[in-house]
């Protein structure tokens, strides 16, 4: 079992930055990517970023530029950064882990609200 815990959420100013971290508990091991999400009022869950073991990373159009994903492999740690953060990013992001090998497995986190208003 995988559990994550998410943190860092918050208000911010339109322009501004903010970092959310997403630990990792339990059987976590082997290749696996840690993924970010978010969902806005009345809209559907979207990718906001993936990351590999490998460190490859992946991000839509709407967030390039201006959010970077990282982790820490050693211990199971992964990172957000936000930065010219817009209205419309306003949502609640969620971790994501996907194992692949050894074992499959997919799982969430609770979410953390983050709201962009001045």
């Known amino acids: 079992q995988v559990e994550l815990a998410e943190s860092g959420g918050g208000l911010v100013q339109p322009g501004g930055s903010l970092s959310l971290s997403c630990a990792a508990y339990?059987?976590?091991?082997?290749?696996?990517?840690m993924g970010w999400y978010r969902q806005a009022p009345g809209k559907e869950r979207e990718l906001v970023a993936t990351?590999?073991?490998?460190?490859?990373?992946n991000y839509p159009d709407s967030v390039k530029g201006r959010f970077t994903v990282s982790r820490d492999n050693a211990k199971n740690v992964g990172y957000l950064h936000m930065n010219s953060l817009k209205p419309e990013d306003t949502a609640v992001y969620y971790c994501n882990v996907q194992l692949l090998f050894p074992r499959s497995g997919n799982y969430w986190g609770q979410g953390t609200q983050v709201t962009v208003s001045s």
């Open positions: 339990g059987r976590i091991e082997g290749v696996y990517v």
């Open positions: 990351i590999t073991s490998g460190g490859g990373t």
